[in-house]
């Protein structure tokens, strides 16, 4: 199929050189470049996706292919349908399709169907290209759109792309193209964008679907986003990072009814030794109810003694924390075996962490300095530094650069209900600082 563009001066300029000259404005030239495997990318008019999809596309490394999953608007053609074959024409040239990665996929599914009419007056595919051509002029494409259809159905033509990919030996990057919530008021699409952008940040593709249905969250790409997390999962990925969300309202400024957008980047990141070590701790002994030993090989950051918190987070909210004010262990392996434990099984705010709940926790282990004495709140920092605040035996700790935490008289709060200590009783501050690991 050779097609022609349907969008062009609607979405974006008709005209080459004014169509250059906007995503120019829109794209960061000096933006460090990631490996990624694939993104999250929203397929609106420029004027009010375009700095959203600028930003996420800038961080991007190229490579040779970029498959594209769009949703299908329209209703016409087949429900998952791929073109195989053939060029997309834009203002700024045409772009081919990727015959044999695209036909190979096509040879491996069992639910894809070779269709161009499906994407003949679709449009969540098309204005993507533009942006690539910015800055890959020859790149080559898979696009595929998809519709209605089971989420089992979507996890399978994740699976096969990444089995093509994988047969084909072929450098290619993962675009989903989709827009979040759709004509709600501001604040409330933002809310539950942050429910549905959580799962993803997670790469849940289960979650984002129940989040979606239960928070009825008008996200057109829900299908693309879940292949593409399988697709992602299965060729190594690890984590995602959301580049920028922002709404039609911060272009119109009628927040009254906006639609949400979304740039996600997901990329496969070694985790650091000190927070494998957490997780390993913690799936032994969830699962079998056993004890690791430290590691025979200890890396620098393992045998030094200091206190150490290991922190759980379970879809953007904590789910446990322990840790120790100054060192019980030999070294910081030890400590972190201890505290991993004991932050997912013994923190009093929170249940046991279930077999069930492993696949959806972020860790950090926050390693701390010695405590030096303080005194004088003014030389308090509740970005850098940690608080103890100590009376008699009583003592309670917070860890700098907490969510919602931006005053020195709210890290001494939060401390002081810690302990238990009343206002007025006569304390000792002690300031520290953490190594973070994530």
Same mark, same amino acid.
């Given at each position: 199929?050779?097609?022609?563009?349907?969008?062009?001066?609607?979405?974006?300029?008709?005209?080459?050189?004014?169509?250059?000259?906007? !995503?120019?404005?829109?794209?960061?030239?000096?933006?460090?470049?990631?490996?990624?495997?694939?993104?999250?990318?929203?397929?609106?008019?420029?004027?009010?996706?375009?700095?959203?999809?600028?930003?996420?596309?800038?961080?991007?490394?190229?490579?040779?292919?970029?498959?594209?999953?769009?949703?299908?608007?329209?209703?016409?053609?087949?429900?998952?349908?791929?073109?195989?074959?053939?060029?997309?024409?834009?203002?700024?040239?045409?772009?081919?399709?990727?015959?044999?990665?695209?036909?190979?996929?096509?040879?491996?599914?069992?639910?894809?169907?070779?269709?161009?009419?499906?994407?003949?007056?679709?449009?969540?595919?098309?204005?993507?290209?533009?942006?690539?051509?910015?800055?890959?002029?020859?790149?080559? !494409?898979?696009?595929?759109?998809?519709?209605?259809?089971?989420?089992?159905?979507?996890?399978?033509?994740?699976?096969? !792309?990444?089995?093509?990919?994988?047969?084909?030996?072929?450098?290619?990057?993962?675009?989903?193209?989709?827009?979040?919530?759709?004509?709600?008021?501001?604040?409330?699409?933002?809310?539950?964008?942050?429910?549905?952008?959580?799962?993803?940040?997670?790469?849940?593709?289960?979650?984002?679907?129940?989040?979606?249905?239960?928070?009825?969250?008008?996200?057109?790409?829900?299908?693309?986003?879940?292949?593409?997390?399988?697709?992602?999962?299965?060729?190594?990925?690890?984590?995602?990072?959301?580049?920028?969300?922002?709404?039609?309202?911060?272009?119109?400024?009628?927040?009254?009814?906006?639609?949400?957008?979304?740039?996600?980047?997901?990329?496969?990141?070694?985790?650091?030794?000190?927070?494998?070590?957490?997780?390993?701790?913690?799936?032994?002994?969830?699962?079998?109810?056993?004890?690791?030993?430290?590691?025979?090989?200890?890396?620098?950051?393992?045998?030094?003694?200091?206190?150490?918190?290991?922190?759980?987070?379970?879809?953007?909210?904590?789910?446990?924390? !322990?840790?120790?004010?100054?060192?019980?262990?030999?070294?910081?392996?030890?400590?972190?075996?201890?505290?991993?434990?004991?932050?997912?099984?013994?923190?009093?705010?929170?249940?046991?962490?279930?077999?069930?709940?492993?696949?959806?926790?972020?860790?950090?282990?926050?390693?701390?300095?010695?405590?030096?004495?303080?005194?004088?709140?003014?030389?308090?920092?509740?970005?850098?530094?940690?608080?103890?605040?100590?009376?008699?035996?009583?003592?309670?700790?917070?860890?700098?650069?907490?969510?919602?935490?931006?005053?020195?008289?709210?890290?001494?709060?939060?401390?002081?209900?810690?302990?238990?200590?009343?206002?007025?009783?006569?304390?000792?501050?002690?300031?520290?600082?953490?190594?973070?690991?994530?």
């Amino acid at each position: 199929m050779d097609r022609q563009p349907v969008v062009a001066g609607q979405f974006y300029p008709a005209s080459a050189s004014q169509l250059r000259a906007m !995503i120019e404005q829109m794209v960061d030239e000096e933006a460090e470049k990631q490996d990624v495997i694939g993104l999250v990318c929203p397929h609106a008019g420029y004027v009010y996706s375009g700095p959203v999809a600028g930003a996420v596309i800038s961080r991007v490394k190229f490579k040779d292919t970029f498959i594209i999953l769009g949703p299908n608007h329209t209703g016409r053609g087949k429900p998952l349908s791929i073109t195989a074959k053939g060029k997309w024409q834009t203002p700024l040239g045409d772009v081919e399709v990727d015959a044999e990665l695209a036909g190979h996929l096509l040879s491996l599914t069992h639910h894809l169907q070779e269709d161009d009419a499906a994407q003949l007056f679709e449009h969540s595919i098309e204005v993507q290209l533009p942006f690539l051509q910015y800055f890959q002029p020859d790149i080559r !494409i898979v696009p595929i759109t998809l519709s209605f259809a089971s989420i089992d159905a979507y996890k399978e033509i994740g699976r096969e !792309i990444a089995r093509a990919i994988g047969d084909t030996g072929r450098e290619a990057v993962i675009m989903a193209s989709s827009d979040m919530t759709h004509y709600e008021p501001h604040d409330i699409a933002a809310r539950k964008d942050r429910q549905a952008i959580d799962a993803i940040l997670h790469l849940d593709e289960d979650e984002l679907f129940r989040r979606v249905e239960e928070h009825h969250i008008s996200m057109c790409g829900v299908a693309p986003v879940a292949s593409l997390i399988v697709a992602a999962r299965e060729l190594g990925a690890t984590s995602a990072e959301l580049v920028r969300y922002q709404t039609s309202g911060d272009t119109s400024g009628d927040y009254s009814a906006v639609v949400g957008y979304a740039g996600i980047i997901i990329k496969a990141v070694a985790m650091h030794p000190l927070v494998q070590l957490a997780r390993d701790t913690i799936e032994a002994y969830v699962n079998e109810g056993r004890v690791l030993s430290p590691p025979r090989e200890l890396t620098p950051e393992m045998k030094q003694k200091a206190g150490v918190f290991v922190s759980l987070h379970k879809f953007g909210e904590l789910r446990g924390c !322990i840790g120790t004010f100054e060192p019980t262990q030999p070294n910081v392996a030890g400590e972190i075996i201890s505290n991993a434990i004991s932050s997912a099984t013994l923190d009093p705010r929170f249940p046991p962490v279930a077999p069930e709940e492993l696949r959806d926790l972020e860790y950090s282990v926050d390693v701390l300095t010695k405590p030096r004495p303080v005194k004088d709140e003014k030389e308090l920092d509740p970005k850098k530094y940690g608080v103890i605040v100590e009376c008699g035996f009583r003592r309670g700790l917070l860890l700098p650069d907490l969510e919602g935490v931006d005053t020195v008289n709210q890290q001494v709060d939060i401390c002081c209900q810690k302990a238990g200590i009343l206002p007025g009783e006569p304390v000792n501050l002690y300031a520290f600082e953490v190594k973070r690991y994530k």
